[in-house]
């Protein structure tokens, strides 16, 4: 038990499809983020919530939309994806008050396949 | 701007061998670092961190980091491996000031491999 729970672990989608990914956390934290990890490729971060608010956004394609309706939950929409978008996508979150404790907590992540 | 780097892509050891996985960063002030380990599939795990103090930190699972201001280095260390510990390892550094806390930079990884 991490404390972030992603749902699904595993999606396999049409390039049409519309989906939504789902990160929960339980540990009070108030920063979310998502990263993509692909094969072969560095771990990147996508965006950056805090206290409900996107603070980044590294230049990702817009048929990733993300959505952070309160500080516990984070969501990521896909829509027309390529098979290139096929990667784990990991949730991962934070507490901004003690710079003692800065660490974030990753969930197990969503392996996202493109077909 | 802050980046990590990890040197050392793929490391091969046999079981019981001693490890030594090797981390520079670039930061401007004293840095917070962070050492995490992923299993094949699984989101990252903390291993340990410094953020002041004494300069070497202890972490689960056996491992300890060093912390070398003139080196900027922050090496991880395990005396005797185990098969268990085959994964790939990340070294992360951060937060900048002005930034998320928690927004960490991290470098590209090192996957390990333990012989039997």
């Known amino acids: 038990e991490t404390g972030v729970t992603q749902t699904p672990r595993h999606l396999v989608m049409g390039m049409t499809n519309k989906k939504s990914l789902k990160c929960e956390q339980h540990l009070g934290h108030n920063a979310m983020y998502w990263y993509k990890q692909s094969a072969k490729k560095p771990l990147e971060l996508m965006f950056v919530y805090n206290f409900k608010e996107q603070t980044e956004n590294n230049s990702v394609p817009s048929r990733f939309s993300p959505e952070c309706p309160n500080s516990s939950h984070l969501f990521l929409h896909l829509h027309t994806l390529q098979p290139e978008d096929s990667a784990l996508y990991l949730c991962?979150?934070?507490?901004?008050?003690?710079?003692?404790?800065?660490?974030?907590?990753f969930g197990q992540g969503t392996r996202l396949t493109v077909v | 701007a802050q980046s990590v780097t990890q040197p050392d892509i793929h490391i091969t050891v046999s079981e019981g061998a001693s490890l030594e996985l090797r981390c520079n960063y670039s930061?401007?002030?004293?840095?917070?670092l962070f050492w995490y380990v992923q299993s094949p599939g699984q989101g990252l795990q903390l291993l340990l961190k410094?953020?002041?103090?004494?300069?070497l930190v202890q972490g689960i699972k056996g491992f300890e980091a060093e912390f070398k201001r003139s080196q900027s280095s922050f090496n991880l260390r395990k005396p005797s491996v185990h098969w268990s510990d085959a994964a790939e390892y990340f070294c992360a550094v951060g937060p900048d000031r002005g930034s998320t806390l928690g927004r960490l930079y991290f470098g590209r990884g090192t996957q390990l491999t333990v012989w039997p």
């Open positions: 410094y953020f002041s103090g004494d300069t």
């Open positions: 991962a979150s934070s507490q901004g008050w003690d710079r003692k404790n800065t660490e974030a907590f």
């Open positions: 930061y401007g002030a004293t840095p917070y």
